[in-house]
């Protein structure tokens, strides 16, 4: 266990469906971020939410839509997704403003997209 | 931003040999670096880290070296064992925001 958890574990959604992941941590961070790892582009960067404000957005787009209503939770929010979107969906927490930016992940939500 | 270059993508080793995973990164301001290890059906977990300050640091039988110069740095894995099979990732940070940049990953297969 890392202290971050994510649910579910895997999803199965239509291009029309609208789901949402969920993460949440238990370790007193102030940072969580939302990373796509596909065969392709390993752990891209998708959201950084620093105390609770996003402070990134790697050009992600819109129907992905982070939630982050406090600094323990973060819900990342899906419609419309097409099947390129189907990868393991990793979120992580970290202690931000102490220049060791250690993560600690989460087992992922593995997406597949049909 | 930052880049980070990791080499190479696959590599399989002799149970009981050295595995080197090499990583480079762009930007002069970075000054963390940690290496991930990722098992199957699992998320990345920290193995080790190095601060820009430091040169070498060993844990057991994994170490890391940094060259700040040369802007690259190195995991080495001595007398590897069937569990250290896996995905490694490199990963370089700033203190301006946290960021975590990842290499691509190399997958390390333990050959018995």
Not at chain 2, 22 to 36: E, I, L, Q, R
Request: net charge neutral; charged share 20%; glycine share 6%.
């Amino acid at each position: 266990e890392t202290g971050v958890t994510q649910t579910p574990r895997h999803l199965v959604m239509g291009m029309t469906n609208k789901k949402s992941l969920k993460c949440e941590q238990h370790l007193g961070h102030n940072a969580m971020y939302w990373y796509k790892q596909s065969a392709k582009k390993p752990l891209e960067l998708m959201f950084v939410y620093n105390f609770k404000e996003q402070t990134e957005n790697n050009s992600v787009p819109s129907r992905f839509s982070p939630e982050c209503p406090n600094s323990s939770h973060l819900f990342l929010h899906l419609h419309t997704l097409q099947p390129e979107d189907s990868a393991l969906y990793l979120c992580a927490s970290s202690q931000a403003g102490t220049g060791v930016a250690e993560a600690f992940f989460g087992q992922g939500t593995r997406l597949t997209v049909v | 931003g930052e880049n980070v270059e990791q080499h190479p993508s696959t590599l399989s080793v002799q149970e009981g040999d050295s595995a080197v995973i090499k990583c480079t990164y762009s930007d002069s301001a970075s000054n963390y670096f940690p290496w991930y290890k990722q098992e199957l059906g699992k998320g990345p977990q920290l193995i080790i880290d190095i601060r820009s300050n430091v040169g070498e640091k060993k844990d057991q039988r994994i170490a890391v070296t940094l060259n700040k110069t040369a802007k690259h740095f190195s995991l080495h894995i001595t007398e590897t064992q069937p569990e250290d099979s896996a995905v490694y990732f490199c990963a370089a940070s700033s203190g301006r925001d946290d960021k975590i940049i990842f290499g691509k990953g190399t997958r390390l297969h333990i050959l018995p």
